[in-house]
Structures are given as structure tokens and as C-alpha cells.
């Protein structure tokens, strides 16, 4: 290691010491407390797997996590496609308005959906009054809600993700396709998506990791109607005090995960995302 | 009529003119070379023709019928890009059989042309290879390729070779002249160096600030360039101002008679330019009918096959001379040298 090399790694010790200290530990010992508490062994592992209430969260949250990150991928494609089209003037207003989101706190942005999707909220309340229908939607504190809202706080991230994928296709390629007889629909199917494969497989993985552990939009948007793990461990832990099952949903949620990224790290199509621009 | 006709095609980009009212007819099977400097519109006419650029007025006519608004995609050209443009997700038959799927020929007939047109490009033994394991020679042969397959009416090249080393430049301009002769497809040819234009085109049109200044056979612009850029341009010929009443020529100082060359009305007298030939000036031996004038060697650098001397005249002009390196090795900077040349070797540049 030459002396440069030396200090560089020197400067990321304090930041990996804190991470250590502050964050593994604490996950370690909160992961243990599954097999402590509160009898020493696999107890809480047998309940878990065993309950029915458990059952239903782990379906609620596969089914949010799922029509969640599907919406996402969908719209937020059509999104990113959009922006790789634009003259730069029009994309750089675009992208601010992508970005402005995450300057609007998540709660925030939950509260703002309840004004608009409850019953005399502001959906309704135009709809009803367009004469449109004649009694309000139940569109919020149910699994469409809380969908609604998580779609709505995933798609920034999605979209920059593909949007960053897509910029990186030549557009040579597109010409290339064009001047062999290719129309739009062919060139779509056989050369736009295909080569956005990468970017499709990261994004779907980071939303779906996202949403398997989502509380706050779940929380507000659902008001407990629509129970997920996150909300269900966060229960247990500050309102049952049953410390040894949330900890234990919590490390097989984390098991999962973890599972998830190892899986997708073996698939070409992350491979290559991983490995940047040589495709 | 002529196969491809392009009629005073004009393109500007803001305040930059691409394409300043180009005109050119080519004939069906013949290589066009369009060759200029960078920056002179040679990519812009290509992608019009191509269908990719819209020029701002003219028409593009083939055999006949106006194309100048038609799409790419319908216009049945085959075009190689700079770069190449593969599909990286496609194995080598894949991206040859490409333009096949899309014209939805049937299975047998897709396999069969591909294995053919792997065969023309000399690919038969790389048809599962993904792009990116192809070296930058094989990828140019697989693009040329794919572009070819669907039997195109015209082929585009838009400087296929410039990322290439030399050696595969030299074997890959003879590979694109036997695939033109074997193929018969139309080729125009875009590129910066006159040398690849002399080896391969059948006619050469050389650009100048989007406009086409000369066009001709290679040996009909390197024997008379139509103007002083060209002159310049085309072989580092010595661009130099003469004197003459008409009647003699005054050249560095030294007076001779006129070369049959000239022409009073086309070249005009008094201060006029002319060209002359780094080959064609002789260092120390002396010709019959030469004029011969002292000059003082000012560089010699070696070239390859000659050596390249830099000589100032009595006048104060530079010259540059291609000397056998036997001459040359005898010159040191500073030294004075004769040197002759043929009064029939000086070229005429018309009035501008
Ligand atoms: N897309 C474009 N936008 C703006 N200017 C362009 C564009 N394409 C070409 N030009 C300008 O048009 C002129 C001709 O360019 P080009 O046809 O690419 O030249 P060449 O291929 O001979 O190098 C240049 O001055 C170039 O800057
Ligand atoms: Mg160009």
C-alpha cells in the first residue's frame, strides 16, 4: 500500500467504527433477543410460523410489496423513457420535478394523500360534485391507500435508477435499428428493453426491499387496517411488549432480504448493471 | 437520371451551416467517397440520406421518386456507423439476422442468409460471440454485415475505419472494394483521409464548409484540383504565389517559359497561386528541360520510404520536397541545396 493508499483507508475507519459500534452491534443483540427472550431456544421461531395473525401480515405485506413494485417499475419506465427523449431544456425541468418529492418529509407526503383520497376529501368531493358517482370512494385506509401512497414515494428513486440505466443505451443503437426496417414496437421490445434489463432488475430489487420493510406510508395510509410486518414488529415491540416474536419476524425478515440480494447478484442482468457500462 | 440524386440540399444547425445547397448525382453501383475536413458536412448529407437528419430545403430522388421525407426505416439503406452501433445483447448471427426478423422472412431462409453473409464478411466461425467479444475489426466486418444482409439499395459508411490500426485499415479497405465488386450495391463513403478515398472510390467528392467543391475520379483530383483548399487538402501539395505577364512565368525569381497549362482567362496574370508536388521537385540530379534554383535546407525528417525535406527558396517561400533518403542523408539544416523541377509538374489554381 503506498502512503496515499494508507491514509485513504486510514479515513474510513472512524465512519466503519461507528457503523459497528451504533448500528451491528445493537442489530446483533436486538437479533439475539429472538432466541432469548423470553425462554431461551427456537419458541418464538414456532410461534411465528405457527400464527395465523402473523400469517395474514406476511400475505399483506407480499401482496402491497408486489402490486407496489410492479405500478412502480411500470410507470416509472414510462417516466425514464419519457426523460431520455426530451431536449435537455425540457429534462432538466422534468428531473426537478422528479426530485422534488424528496424534499416533502414522508410524512407529509402521507398526510397529503389522506386530504385527498379520504371520503369528503378532495378526489371524492370532485368526483361526487362532477356527478361522476354518486356516493364517495373507499380509497384510503385500505390497501389501495396505503399502494397509492407507496408507489408515490417509491417512484423517485425508481425512475432515476432507469432514467440512469437508459441514458447509457447509444442512441447510435436506436439509429442502427431504425435504418435496418425497425419500427417503434420492434425497436421497444427487441433493443429499448432488453438493454434496460440491468437497470429493471436493480430497481425492482430496491423496491422491493423497500417495501417489504415500509412502516411510515403503511402506518398513516392504512391507520392499522392494513397490518405489515414493519407496523406489526413495531407493535409488538412498543405496545405488547412481545420483544422475542418481533425480533424474530425481524431477523427472518432480514434473512429474506438478504436472500433476495444474493439470488439477484447471481442473475447476468445485475451483473451486468454492477459492472456499469460494459455490456 | 442518375440512381441517387440530391438536389441543392441545404441543412444549418442555429448559425452553423451544414449543408450550403449540395449538389450530387450518383450512379446505381458506383463508391462515392465523400471526403472533406472535419466539421465540413460529410456525417450531415450522409444522415440525410440515411433519413436520419431533415435537411431545411432540397430534395433526395431515388430513381426518380422524391425520398426526402421518407423514414429511415423505409428506406431500405443499409448504414455503418462510426463506432459500429451493434446490439450488445445480440450474438453476432443475431444481429445479422436482425433486419432479417423484421422483415419477417421465414426461419430457413433467415439461417441461410445469415451463414451467407457470414461467409462474405469472414465471420463463419464467430456466430454465437456477443459483440463485446469481437476485436474493433471483427465488429466493423459484423456491422458491414448486418447492413448488407437485407440486401440494401445503398450502403452508408460514415468513417467505418478511422478507430482502426493501420494494418487492419489497409486490409479492410480491401475487403469493403471486394464486397462492393461482389455485392454491387452502392456504396457512399464518408472519411477525412484522402488516402483511404484514393484506394477505394470510383469518384471522390470533396468537401469544403458544407459545400462540394470538386468531385471526380481519385486520379482526376490528384491530377487537377479545382482550388487552392483542394490543392492544399489533397497531399500536402506546396501552395505557392508566382508571378507572370502572360507569357513567362516568374517562379521563385527564376523566369521560364509557360507551361501549356495555363490558361490567361481561367488563371488570370499578374500575382497568381499555383501548386506544385512534393514528389515532383528533384533534389540535386537534374533533368532534361528542368529549371533548377538554389534553396536553403531549412528541415529533413524521415518519412519511410523518403525522406521529407523542408527548403526555403530565394524568395522566401517553403517548400516541401520528398527526397530518396541516399539524397537526403547529405543535408543538414542551414546548408544550401539546388534543386529542379519541371515546368510541366506546376499546376494552375483558377481566379477565386
Ligand atoms: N446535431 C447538431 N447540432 C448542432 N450542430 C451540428 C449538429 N450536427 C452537425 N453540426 C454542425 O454542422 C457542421 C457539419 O457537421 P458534420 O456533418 O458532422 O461534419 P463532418 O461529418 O464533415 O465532420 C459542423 O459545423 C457541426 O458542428
Ligand atoms: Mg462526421
Same mark, same amino acid.
Not at chain 1, 44 to 65: D, H, K, L, Q
Not at chain 1, 178 to 186: D, I, K, N, Q
Not at chain 2, 218 to 241: H, K, T
Given at each position: 500500500m503506498s502512503s496515499f493508499q494508507r491514509w485513504a483507508f486510514g479515513l474510513t475507519v472512524p465512519a466503519a467504527l461507528l457503523t459497528i459500534c451504533l448500528y451491528v452491534v445493537p442489530i446483533l443483540q436486538v437479533l439475539a433477543l429472538s432466541f432469548t427472550e423470553p425462554t431461551f431456544g427456537l419458541?418464538?421461531?414456532?410461534?411465528?410460523?405457527?400464527?395465523?395473525?402473523?400469517?395474514?401480515?406476511?400475505?399483506?405485506?407480499?401482496?402491497?410489496?408486489?402490486?407496489?413494485?410492479?405500478?412502480?417499475?411500470?410507470?416509472?419506465?414510462?417516466?425514464?423513457?419519457?426523460?431520455?427523449?426530451?431536449?435537455?431544456?425540457?429534462?432538466?425541468?422534468?428531473?426537478?420535478?422528479?426530485?422534488?418529492?424528496?424534499?416533502? %418529509?414522508?410524512?407529509?407526503?402521507?398526510?397529503?394523500?389522506?386530504?385527498? +383520497?379520504?371520503?369528503?376529501?378532495?378526489?371524492?368531493?370532485?368526483?361526487?360534485?362532477?356527478?361522476?358517482?354518486?356516493?364517495?370512494?373507499?380509497?384510503?385506509?385500505?390497501?389501495?391507500?396505503?399502494?397509492?401512497?407507496?408507489?408515490?414515494?417509491?417512484?423517485?428513486?425508481?425512475?432515476?435508477?432507469?432514467?440512469?440505466?437508459? %441514458?447509457?443505451?447509444?442512441?447510435?443503437?436506436?439509429?442502427?435499428?431504425?435504418?435496418?426496417?425497425?419500427?417503434?414496437?420492434?425497436?421497444?421490445?427487441?433493443?429499448?428493453?432488453?438493454?434496460? +434489463?440491468?437497470g429493471l432488475a436493480i430497481a425492482s430489487l430496491f423496491i422491493v426491499i423497500f417495501s417489504l420493510g415500509f412502516l411510515v406510508t403503511p402506518a398513516i395510509l392504512g391507520a392499522g387496517r392494513v397490518l405489515m410486518v414493519a407496523e406489526y414488529i413495531s407493535v409488538q415491540i412498543s405496545s405488547t411488549l412481545r420483544w422475542g416474536v418481533a425480533t424474530a419476524l425481524s431477523t427472518t425478515l432480514l434473512l429474506v432480504v438478504g436472500l433476495l440480494v444474493a439470488v439477484a447478484a447471481r442473475s447476468p442482468a445485475l451483473r451486468a448493471a454492477f459492472e456499469g457500462g460494459r455490456r | 437520371m442518375a440512381f441517387l440524386d440530391i438536389r441543392t440540399l441545404r441543412k444549418a444547425y442555429g448559425s452553423a451551416i451544414a449543408l450550403d445547397g449540395v449538389d450530387l448525382s450518383i450512379n446505381e453501383g458506383e463508391f462515392v467517397t465523400l471526403l472533406g475536413p472535419s466539421g465540413s458536412g460529410k456525417t450531415t448529407l450522409l444522415m440525410s440520406i440515411a433519413g436520419f437528419t431533415r435537411p431545411d430545403s432540397g430534395t433526395i430522388l431515388l430513381d426518380g421518386a422524391d425520398i426526402t421525407g421518407v423514414d429511415p426505416e423505409d428506406r431500405n439503406f443499409g448504414l455503418v456507423f462510426q463506432g459500429y452501433a451493434l446490439f450488445p445483447h445480440l450474438s453476432v448471427a443475431n444481429n445479422i439476422a436482425f433486419p432479417l426478423r423484421v422483415r419477417k422472412w421465414d426461419k430457413a431462409r433467415i439461417a441461410a442468409r445469415v451463414d451467407e453473409v457470414m461467409k462474405l464478411v469472414g465471420l463463419d466461425k464467430l456466430a454465437a460471440r456477443k459483440p463485446r467479444e469481437l476485436s474493433g475489426g471483427q465488429q466493423q466486418r459484423v456491422a458491414i454485415g448486418r447492413a448488407l444482409a437485407f440486401g440494401p439499395k445503398i450502403l452508408l459508411l460514415d468513417e467505418p475505419l478511422s478507430a482502426l490500426d493501420r494494418k487492419l485499415r489497409d486490409t479492410m479497405q480491401r475487403e469493403?472494394?471486394?464486397?462492393?465488386?461482389?455485392?454491387?450495391?452502392?456504396?457512399?463513403?464518408?472519411?477525412?483521409?484522402?488516402?483511404?478515398?484514393?484506394?477505394?472510390?470510383?469518384?471522390?467528392?470533396?468537401?469544403?464548409?458544407?459545400?462540394?467543391?470538386?468531385?471526380?475520379?481519385?486520379?482526376?483530383?490528384?491530377?487537377?484540383?479545382?482550388?487552392?483548399?483542394? $490543392?492544399?487538402?489533397?497531399?500536402?501539395?506546396?501552395?505557392?504565389?508566382?508571378?507572370?505577364?502572360? $507569357?513567362?512565368?516568374?517562379?521563385?525569381?527564376?523566369?521560364m517559359p509557360m507551361p501549356a497549362a495555363y490558361d490567361r482567362t481561367r488563371h488570370g496574370d499578374g500575382a497568381i497561386t499555383v501548386w506544385v508536388r512534393p514528389e515532383d521537385i528533384a533534389l540535386g540530379d537534374v533533368a532534361p528541360g528542368a529549371v533548377c534554383f538554389s534553396v536553403k535546407v531549412a528541415d529533413v525528417s524521415f518519412v519511410g520510404t523518403s525522406e521529407r525535406v523542408t527548403v526555403i527558396t530565394a524568395d522566401g517561400q517553403e517548400l516541401s520536397v520528398l527526397a530518396p533518403s541516399a539524397i537526403a542523408r547529405e543535408l543538414t539544416p542551414g546548408s544550401t541545396a539546388t534543386c529542379a523541377l519541371l515546368p510541366s509538374a506546376i499546376g494552375f489554381l483558377a481566379r477565386e
Open positions: 419458541g418464538n421461531y414456532v410461534e411465528m410460523f405457527g400464527s395465523a395473525a402473523i400469517g395474514r401480515v406476511v400475505r399483506t405485506t407480499m401482496i402491497v410489496s408486489a402490486v407496489t413494485t410492479v405500478l412502480t417499475i411500470v410507470m416509472s419506465y414510462a417516466v425514464a423513457f419519457a426523460l431520455v427523449h426530451m431536449r435537455p431544456a425540457a429534462r432538466r425541468v422534468a428531473l426537478f420535478m422528479v426530485m422534488v418529492p424528496f424534499w416533502v %418529509s414522508v410524512l407529509v407526503r402521507a398526510f397529503a394523500w389522506i386530504t385527498i +383520497l379520504r371520503r369528503n376529501g378532495v378526489l371524492n368531493s370532485a368526483l361526487v360534485g362532477s356527478g361522476a358517482i354518486a356516493e364517495p370512494l373507499e380509497l384510503v385506509y385500505n390497501q389501495f391507500g396505503v399502494i397509492v401512497g407507496m408507489v408515490h414515494y417509491m417512484m423517485p428513486f425508481a425512475i432515476l435508477l432507469l432514467y440512469a440505466n437508459l %441514458s447509457e443505451i447509444d442512441p447510435r443503437i436506436i439509429q442502427a435499428a431504425r435504418s435496418l426496417g425497425a419500427r417503434p414496437v420492434t425497436i421497444f421490445t427487441r433493443v429499448w428493453l432488453p438493454l434496460s +434489463l440491468p | 469493403l472494394k471486394r464486397l462492393h465488386q461482389e455485392t454491387g450495391v452502392t456504396f457512399v463513403f464518408v472519411t477525412h483521409d484522402q488516402e483511404e478515398a484514393y484506394a477505394m472510390s470510383d469518384r471522390i467528392a470533396v468537401f469544403q464548409n458544407g459545400n462540394i467543391v470538386q468531385i471526380g475520379s481519385p486520379r482526376e483530383i490528384y491530377r487537377a484540383p479545382a482550388s487552392r483548399f483542394v $490543392a492544399g487538402f489533397l497531399g500536402g501539395n506546396n501552395i505557392l504565389s508566382a508571378q507572370t505577364d502572360g $507569357a513567362q512565368l516568374d517562379l521563385f525569381g527564376i523566369r
